[in-house]
């Protein structure tokens, strides 16, 4: 593995493991969701209005684990915290999992 590559990779990491940062902040200083992880109605108290393109496809997307969170919504900030580490992680493999595989593909009919 090259020096780059070892590089990148160290820099995911740290990405992964700094996932959690917006939930931490939001406990601490008791500000309800993590910031940018807002609703609809979240952002209609927050700005007063939703802006018209965020209506239409607001609910175009559900994702695939609620919140990030893996187990209860009532579980302690670690767990949770886990969670968003362990969904980075997930997250990380199928894409670059997906990557691979279209690569080899075009590769292929080359």
Same mark, same amino acid.
Do not use: C
């Given at each position: 593995m090259?020096?780059?590559?070892k590089k990148l %990779?160290?820099g995911i990491?740290?990405?992964?493991? &700094?996932?959690?940062?917006?939930l931490? /902040?939001?406990?601490?200083?008791? !500000? ?23 209506k239409?496809?607001?609910?175009l %997307? ?7 969170n &893996?187990g209860?919504?009532s579980a302690? /900030?670690?767990?949770?915290?886990? !969670?968003?580490?362990l969904s980075a992680?997930i ?10 595989v ?9």
């Open positions: 090259s020096s780059f590559n %990779w160290a990491l740290v990405l992964v493991v &700094l996932t959690p940062i917006g931490v /902040l939001s406990h601490f200083f008791q !500000s309800g969701d993590a910031w940018g992880e807002w609703g609809t109605e979240t952002i209609q108290k927050l700005v007063g209005y939703v802006p018209v393109g965020l239409k496809t607001a609910d %997307w559900k994702a695939p684990v609620r919140n990030y &893996l209860s919504e302690s /900030l670690p767990a949770q915290s886990g !969670s968003y580490i992680f997250g990380i493999v199928l894409a670059a999992g997906i990557l691979y279209l690569s080899r593909m075009l590769l292929k009919r080359k």
